[in-house]
């Protein structure tokens, strides 16, 4: 099992980042995939939502912002965010998506929107 972050770093409110994760074909194949924030202070939370067939779905926030895609070849997942705001903040995972409660998380990468 391997979930993989990376791309994460410190950019200033209107800027832009692309968050990639490597995941296990376990994980990744055939399945719904997403990717979480965890903004400080709080819990773990959806963002976005990409199915095995490529539809997306986003939390109210990142309509308009923010773009998941997968790469199904390469077991790949990716976030584009732009027009980056502070509470944006936060550590993002990537994992599956409605296969209950996922047993395994990556590290995550962190991102930090300064004002």
């Known amino acids: 099992v391997q979930l993989v972050e990376s791309g994460g770093g410190l950019v200033q409110a209107g800027g832009s980042l692309t968050l990639s994760c490597a995941a296990s074909g376990s994980i990744f194949n055939g399945n719904d995939m997403a990717w979480y924030r965890q903004a400080p202070g709080k819990q773990r939370g959806l963002v976005a939502v990409?199915?095995?067939?490529?539809?997306?779905n986003y939390i109210e926030s990142a309509k308009g912002r923010f773009t998941i895609s997968r790469d199904n070849a390469k077991n790949m997942l990716y976030l584009q965010m732009s027009s980056l705001k502070p509470e944006d903040t936060g550590v993002y995972y990537c994992n599956h998506f409605g296969l209950g409660k996922p047993d395994y998380w990556g590290q995550g990468t962190q991102v930090t929107v300064s004002s």
């Open positions: 990409i199915s095995s067939r490529g539809r997306t």
